[in-house]
C-alpha cells in the first residue's frame, strides 16, 4: 500500500514548515497558559466574576485560530497571496475553531445559569443574618438654604458614624458606602438589604448664624417605622455636646453595651482646645479633598491650614492635611513637584502621630505614604494594622489593609478584610 503523500500534501506540510505554523501555535499555546494562570490567581484575589475569567478564556481560544490565520497568510520570505487550496484549510481552520467556540458556550451555559442562580439566592439569603444591632447614618439633609453648608451637615453625619463606630457590639457602614443613597429613592428596606444592616439613621441639618438645628429618626430598616426620633435645637457653639448627646441617643435606642472594641481607642476628628471655627474649617477641607481636582487639592491644603492655624495640636487636621498631599502627588504631581508634596505628607503624618499616637488617621496616613512615595508594602502593613487596632470598625482602613495584604501574598486576611469592609 503506498503510503506516500500526494502532492498537494507534500506542497501543503513543506508551506507549513516554511511559515512555521507549529512553532506559532505552541508560542501561542504557552502564552496563553501563563496568562490564564496569572488571570486565575488575580481573580481569586480580588473575587472577580467568573464570567469575567470565563470570557477571557474563550478570549484566547478565538484568538489562536486568529494567530493561525495570520501565521499562515504571513509567512515566511512575505508570502502574501493564498492559493485556492490555502483558502480551503484556513476556511476549515475557522470553520472548526467557530464550532468549537459555540459547543464550548453551549456546554458551559447550563452551568453559567446554575451559578446566576446561586449568586442570586446568596444576594437574598444573608437577610435574614443581618445582625440586630447594625446601623447605616445616611448622609444628613442640609437644610440651611445655602448648597456651600453641605460641609457642615456631611461632616456632621461623619462625626456620628464615628462615635457610633467605638461601641464593640455595634456595625456601622463606613462614609463611603452609606453615602451611596444620599437623595436615593429606594426605600428603607432595600438600603437596608444593600447595607446589610438593620437600622438606618437620616435626618437634616440647618446652621442658621449661632444656631444649630439638627432632627433625628432611627428607622427599622425592614418595615420603615420610627423607632426613636428627636430634634435638638442648640446654639453652635454646643455642637460637640450635641454630637455626644445624639450619639448616646441612638446607642441607647439599639440598646448596644457602651463599650470600646478591645484594644481600640475612642477616635475623634474635633480639636483638641474646642475651637468650633478650627472645627469648621477641617470639615470644608475635607469636603475640598474629596473632589480630586488640583484646584481642590490646592482649596484642601489652604483651609487644612487655616484649621491648623486657629489649632496647632489639631493632629486630625494634619493627618488629613497628609492625605491631601499623598493623593495630590499620586495623581497629578511627578518630578521635583512629587517629590517636594510627598516631603510635605511625610511631615504633616509625623506631626500628626506626635500629637495623637492614638489617632487612626495619623498612622494611616504614614501607610499610604510608604505606599505611594516608598514602595514600602511591609511598612505600610504595619501603620494600618496599628490604625485598625486603634479603630477595628474603620471599613477604609480594612480595604486598603485588605488590598496590600493581598498584594503581599496573604490571600485569606485580604478576602476576610476586604469582604468585611
Not at 513543506?14 to 499555546?29: D, I, M
Not at 500629637?355 to 510608604?370: K, T, V, W
Not at 485580604?414 to 468585611?420: F, G, I, K, P, W
Amino acid at each position: 500500500m503506498n503510503t506516500a503523500p500526494g502532492p498537494f500534501m507534500a506542497e501543503f506540510l513543506t508551506r507549513l514548515k516554511q511559515r512555521k505554523l507549529v512553532q506559532w501555535a505552541l508560542a501561542y499555546l504557552a502564552g496563553s497558559w501563563v496568562l490564564l494562570q496569572g488571570f486565575d490567581l488575580i481573580g481569586q484575589q480580588f473575587n472577580w466574576p467568573a464570567d469575567l475569567l470565563r470570557g477571557i478564556t474563550l478570549a484566547l481560544a478565538l484568538g489562536f485560530f486568529v494567530v493561525l490565520v495570520l501565521a499562515w497568510y504571513h509567512g515566511e520570505r512575505g508570502a502574501q497571496r493564498l492559493s485556492g487550496a490555502e483558502l480551503l484549510i484556513l476556511a476549515l481552520l475557522l470553520a472548526i475553531g467557530g464550532a468549537f467556540l459555540w459547543r464550548l458556550e453551549r456546554a458551559q451555559a447550563p452551568a453559567a445559569v446554575a451559578s446566576a442562580t446561586a449568586s442570586a439566592q446568596k444576594v437574598t439569603a444573608p437577610a435574614a443574618l443581618i445582625p440586630a444591632k447594625s446601623i447605616a447614618v445616611l448622609p444628613l439633609v442640609n437644610e440651611s438654604g445655602n448648597p456651600d453648608e453641605r460641609y457642615f451637615s456631611d461632616g456632621l453625619s461623619e462625626d456620628l458614624i464615628t462615635a457610633l463606630s467605638q461601641f464593640g457590639e455595634l456595625k456601622v457602614i463606613g462614609r463611603n458606602s452609606s453615602f451611596q443613597f444620599r437623595n436615593s429613592k429606594y426605600d428603607s428596606k432595600t438600603i437596608g438589604k444593600k447595607l446589610g444592616v438593620a437600622h438606618l439613621l437620616e435626618g437634616s441639618v440647618r446652621h442658621a448664624g449661632d444656631t444649630v438645628r439638627v432632627s433625628v429618626e432611627l428607622v427599622n430598616a425592614a418595615d420603615g417605622s420610627t423607632l426613636w426620633s428627636q430634634r435638638y435645637d442648640r446654639r453652635y457653639k454646643d455642637l460637640f455636646a450635641l454630637q455626644d448627646e445624639i450619639t448616646s441617643a441612638v446607642a441607647g435606642a439599639l440598646k448596644a453595651r457602651l463599650l470600646p472594641a478591645a484594644g481600640s481607642v475612642a477616635q475623634s476628628d474635633r480639636p483638641p482646645s474646642g475651637n468650633l471655627d478650627a472645627y469648621a474649617a477641617y470639615l470644608r477641607a475635607k469636603s475640598y479633598a474629596t473632589a480630586n481636582t488640583d484646584a481642590d487639592f490646592r482649596k484642601a491644603i489652604d483651609v487644612y491650614g487655616t484649621a491648623i492655624r486657629l489649632d496647632p495640636h489639631y493632629a486630625a487636621a494634619f493627618a488629613g492635611l497628609s492625605a491631601v498631599w499623598a493623593t495630590w502627588s499620586a495623581a497629578s504631581l511627578s518630578g521635583a513637584a512629587a517629590r517636594q508634596a510627598y516631603a510635605q505628607a511625610a511631615a504633616a503624618a509625623t506631626t500628626a502621630v506626635t500629637l495623637d499616637p492614638n489617632l487612626a488617621a495619623a498612622y494611616s496616613a504614614r501607610g499610604e505614604i510608604m505606599i505611594l512615595a516608598g514602595l514600602d508594602w511591609n511598612g505600610a502593613e504595619a501603620e494600618y494594622r496599628r490604625a485598625l487596632q486603634l479603630a477595628p470598625n474603620d471599613g477604609q482602613t480594612k480595604a486598603v489593609l485588605g488590598q496590600l495584604l493581598a498584594a503581599l501574598g496573604q490571600t485569606r486576611q485580604a478576602v476576610r478584610l476586604t469582604r468585611e469592609a
